[in-house]
């Protein structure tokens, strides 16, 4: 299976090593500091024209290169309630293989989530790589937060609930953000937004994106 078509590896924090999205942010911004600082007052970069003309089905065809379409969402779980309790689990126990099952793949998100998102249509027009791109980073970001907080902690899965009405897209149903109960074995319990926008499709229940409010 092609490295491509897998969710990205997860660390458990804390950890000496930065993740690539943060890698990749950092050089970003070092560059764009870089490329201000070496041009004199007032002139402009050479080239200020952004690719934005690429037809959005070209666009998305790039994306795909190297991924595998699937035949449905993959592993997950079968009802919504079975998606808190183990995205709950995973985390408590810091299971990175479970994580990955729980969550959208990038050939997921290529064939069935971002050709029906409302963001890679007008006024947003997002590409592809760009709205993977932000989605990844915000989820690893809360994910990281997540394990830190909870992980190793014995908690039991309460009850589950997400904020407003589902959100119909194409053959999609997202939810978000969604809260998950839990309580210790001293009775003692609480309730927290831990995921951002989970999605059923096909009757199969992922998470798409682990961002939350615990920064």
């Given at each position: ?47 200020t ?8 089905d ?15 969402l ?20 810091q ?5 990955r ?7 997921e998100?290529?064939?069935y989530?971002?050709p ?12 592809p790589?760009?709205?993977?791109f ?18 190793g ?10 904020e407003?009405d589902s959100?119909?897209q ?19 319990g609480?309730e ?18 682990w961002?939350?409010k615990?920064?």
């Amino acid at each position: 299976v092609s490295p491509r078509n897998q969710v990205p590896a997860l660390a458990i924090p804390p950890s000496p090593r930065r993740r690539p999205v943060g890698l990749l942010l950092c050089l970003l911004t070092c560059s764009a500091f870089l490329a201000c600082r070496s041009r004199p007052s007032g002139a402009l970069p050479a080239s200020t024209v952004v690719d934005s003309v690429i037809p959005r089905d070209v666009a998305l065809a790039r994306f795909r290169q190297g991924l595998q379409e699937p035949s449905g969402l993959a592993d997950g779980a079968r009802t919504r309630d079975s998606l808190f309790r183990l995205a709950l689990r995973a985390l408590t126990a810091q299971d990175t293989a479970l994580i990955r099952r729980l969550t959208l793949s990038q050939a997921e998100f290529a064939w069935y989530y971002y050709p029906s998102n409302p963001q890679a249509y007008p006024p947003y027009d997002l590409d592809p790589q760009m709205m993977w791109f932000l989605l990844l980073g915000n989820s690893e970001n809360g994910l990281r937060t997540a394990l830190h907080a909870y992980g190793g902690r014995p908690l039991q899965y309460r009850d589950g609930r997400c904020e407003g009405d589902s959100s119909v897209q194409g053959d999609n149903v997202l939810w978000g953000p969604c809260w998950l109960g839990y309580g210790d074995r001293d009775g003692a319990g609480g309730e927290e937004r831990l995921l951002k926008v989970i999605i059923r499709r096909g009757g199969t229940y992922k998470v798409v994106s682990w961002a939350n409010k615990l920064d």
